[in-house]
């Protein structure tokens, strides 16, 4: 009987480290793994997460309505993203404490005994994509190769043989729990910098097209000046008019000036594409002018709004100077700027993009970045921050731009962002963060 199989303190230490990353990855307050007793279910492992309100150990009655009551019963998944909104699960216990969505599958031992379930739950409306349903199940797969670890086990215990190979599947399953989790990690990590990277490359490719007008200008017209110099030369062996050397002193009096005007912009991006990529690939805080920084940013993504053929307006306050991680705001700014390109405009129409920027009463900036273009659905409103969420899947869309520009907000900047949209009356993407960070760093 189930209550008969007892679970060690290593496999509930493990089980724990699973619940938190699974919790983490997929970001809500809740992760769980339930044992089915007599009579009642009792919460075996719980997620170390903030807002959980389930504690290890505590138990409830059966038969009362209970989301894993029916995972139980059916032995399948099963998904429920809005309770409030389903008359079936409205009235359940879970919604009590107001976890409305749930996630879970059945936990079976070798002999297909159902010990119980893992799931998540979370407080606001959740549509799971199809990776994090696989994610589950494997999860579910790596715990029940556990079980069957703890058969063997108890199995030697009684038989008093083979302990030596028991152990050695006990490291085994140990180190694959471990390095399937590390990978789940890591893997999220590399997307992520996967993404800044891909923002810093366009970067590169922008600033070198800006660069190739005031080159190529000054190049004209160093070369036109030595052409000039090589004729007055052999003018001055035979003789020069007074009005050839005035008009060849005035050809490289307007030449200088016009060089001067070129290389003084050359030598202007070049000192924005420094500033924004020191910015970008590292985490050094410093004070910095929001308006200029906006400007070196919108000079880099030139090349690619021209080619979009919209409009993008910037209107930021003068003299709001923050104390913070310009890196990170540079790259919140890209992100947006690039999503609305992107997203906002049906092809072959024309959009304007309006960004904003501002000091608010409490030190906190206020940026906005708005658009005219389709909006966004309703549905998608509580999806938008997901990771490996789009709507372009398989035409370019990493889903991760938005998530990027979430995690850069509420991590490196430690704020706030919200979204605000209507079909077919543009998007509005707000963020409010200190002007003066906290004196602790952000994580990388």
Same mark, same amino acid.
């Given at each position: 009987?189930?209550?008969?199989?007892?679970v060690?303190?290593?496999?509930?230490?493990?089980?724990?480290?699973?619940t938190?990353?699974?919790?983490?990855?997929?970001?809500?307050p &809740?992760?769980?793994?339930?044992?089915?007793?007599?009579?009642?279910?009792?919460?075996?492992?719980?997620?170390?997460?903030?807002?959980?309100?389930y504690?290890a150990?505590?138990?409830?009655?059966?038969?009362t309505?209970l989301?894993?009551e029916?995972?139980m019963?059916?032995r399948s998944?099963?998904?429920?993203p809005?309770?409030?909104?389903?008359?079936h699960?409205?009235?359940?216990p879970?919604?009590?404490?107001?976890?409305?969505?749930?996630l879970?599958?059945?936990?079976?031992?070798?002999?297909?005994?159902?010990?119980?379930?893992?799931? $998540?739950?979370?407080?606001?409306?959740?549509?799971?994509?199809?990776?994090?349903v696989?994610?589950?199940?494997?999860?579910?797969?790596?715990?029940?190769?556990?079980f069957?670890?703890?058969?063997?086990?108890?199995?030697?215990?009684?038989?008093?043989?083979?302990?030596?190979?028991a152990?050695?599947?006990l490291?085994?399953?140990n180190?694959d729990?471990?390095?399937a989790?590390?990978k789940?990690?890591?893997?999220?990590?590399?997307?992520?910098?996967?993404?800044?990277?891909?923002?810093?490359?366009?970067?590169?490719?922008g600033?070198?097209?800006?660069?190739?007008?005031?080159?190529?200008?000054?190049?004209m017209? &160093?070369?036109?000046?030595?052409?000039? &110099?090589?004729?007055?030369?052999?003018?001055?062996?035979?003789?020069?008019t007074?009005?050839?050397?005035?008009?060849?002193?005035?050809?490289v009096?307007?030449?200088?000036?016009?060089?001067?005007?070129?290389?003084?912009?050359a030598?202007?991006? *070049?000192?924005?594409?420094?500033?924004?990529?020191?910015?970008?690939s590292?985490?050094?805080?410093?004070?910095?002018d929001?308006?200029?920084?906006?400007?070196?940013?919108?000079?880099?993504?030139?090349p690619?709004?021209?080619?979009?053929?919209?409009? $993008?307006v910037?209107d930021?306050?003068e003299? *709001? $100077?923050?104390?913070?991680?310009?890196g990170?705001?540079e790259?919140i700014l890209v992100?947006?700027?690039?999503?609305?390109?992107?997203?906002?405009?049906?092809?072959?129409?024309?959009?304007?993009?309006?960004?904003?920027?501002r000091?608010?009463?409490?030190d906190?900036?206020?940026?906005?970045?708005?658009?005219?273009?389709?909006?966004?659905?309703q549905?998608?409103?509580?999806?938008v921050?997901?990771?490996?969420?789009?709507?372009?899947?398989?035409q370019?869309?990493s889903g991760?731009?938005?998530?990027?520009?979430?995690?850069?907000?509420?991590?490196?900047?430690r704020?706030?962002?919200?979204?605000?949209?209507?079909?077919?009356?543009?998007?509005?993407?707000?963020?409010?963060?200190p002007?003066?960070?906290?004196?602790?760093?952000?994580?990388?």
């Open positions: 009987m189930i209550e008969q199989r007892v060690s303190d290593d496999f509930l230490g493990k089980w724990q480290q699973t938190n990353v699974m919790a983490d990855v997929f970001d809500v &809740a992760g769980l793994i339930m044992r089915v007793r007599p009579q009642q279910i009792e919460v075996l492992v719980s997620s170390h997460t903030p807002g959980n309100p504690e150990y505590e138990k409830a009655n059966l038969n309505g989301y894993c029916t995972v019963a059916t998944l099963l998904h429920v809005d309770a409030l909104e389903d008359e699960w409205k009235d359940n879970d919604v009590a404490l107001n976890m409305i969505s749930y879970g599958v059945p936990l079976l031992w070798p002999n297909d005994e159902v010990f119980g379930t893992i799931c $998540v739950l979370d407080s606001k409306k959740r549509n799971y994509q199809q990776r994090y696989d994610l589950l199940w494997e999860i579910k797969r790596a715990i029940e190769a556990d069957q670890v703890i058969e063997q086990q108890q199995e030697l215990l009684v038989s008093n043989a083979s302990l030596l190979d152990n050695q599947a490291l085994r399953s180190a729990l471990k390095a989790l590390d789940i990690v890591a893997m999220q990590g590399e997307l992520l910098r996967a993404e800044k990277m891909s923002a810093l490359g366009s970067l590169v490719a600033i070198s097209h800006e660069l190739n007008t005031p080159i190529g200008n000054g190049l017209l &160093a070369s036109t000046l030595k052409s000039n &110099a090589v004729t007055i030369a052999k003018e001055l062996e035979t003789g020069v007074r009005k050839h050397m005035q008009d060849f002193i005035g050809g009096d307007q030449g200088a000036d016009i060089l001067l005007h070129s290389l003084g912009r030598a202007d991006l *070049v000192a924005s594409f420094k500033q924004v990529a020191v910015d970008q590292s985490m050094r805080r410093r004070e910095f929001v308006r200029k920084t906006f400007k070196d940013i919108l000079a880099t993504l030139g690619a709004i021209r080619k979009s053929g919209h409009q $993008v910037c930021v306050e003299g *709001v $100077v923050m104390d913070s991680y310009p990170p705001l790259q992100n947006l700027v690039n999503n609305a390109l992107v997203h906002a405009f049906p092809e072959g129409g024309r959009g304007h993009v309006s960004i904003t920027a000091k608010l009463a409490d906190r900036i206020e940026v906005s970045v708005a658009d005219d273009g389709v909006g966004i659905p549905a998608n409103i509580a999806r921050f997901d990771p490996f969420f789009t709507t372009r899947l398989g370019g869309g991760l731009g938005l998530h990027v520009v979430y995690n850069q907000v509420t991590s490196a900047l704020g706030d962002v919200q979204v605000e949209s209507e079909p077919g009356c543009g998007a509005c993407f707000t963020l409010r963060v002007r003066v960070a906290p004196p602790d760093p952000p994580p990388r």
